[in-house]
Nanobody, 116 residues
């Protein structure tokens, strides 16, 4: 059973950057896609970005295109999300998850707060 642990969240001012990391304990199957999803206060889960196992394909929500970059290091069982030019509307709890849509197993999440 795979457990996911996110880190790297924090508080930044608008325009700043953060890099989230998610370490998976256990073995991830070779075909497993991974994703970052987020939940802002009072809102539902939003798929932010996804990546396939070999990093050939990626997905970004329109709201983060050009600002966020997803990557993974399969040797380290680690998923990353580089977030640049952060906006106040990026404030949310960010979760890494198994599966392209991020609907499979999720971690506990890491809080990202962006102030103006």
């Amino acid at each position: 059973q795979v457990e996911l642990a996110e880190s790297g969240g924090g508080s930044v001012q608008a325009g700043g950057s953060l890099r989230l990391a998610c370490v998976a304990s256990g073995t991830i199957a070779g075909s497993t896609c991974m994703a970052w999803v987020r939940q802002a206060p009072g809102k539902g889960l939003e798929q932010v970005s996804s990546i396939n196992y070999l990093s050939q394909y990626t997905y970004y929500a329109d709201s983060v295109k050009g600002r966020f970059t997803i990557s993974r290091d399969n040797a380290k069982n680690t998923l990353y999300l580089q977030m640049n030019n952060l906006k106040t509307e990026d404030t949310a709890v960010y979760y890494c998850a198994l599966g392209w849509a991020g609907t499979d197993r999720r971690g506990q999440g890491t809080q990202v707060t962006v102030s103006s």
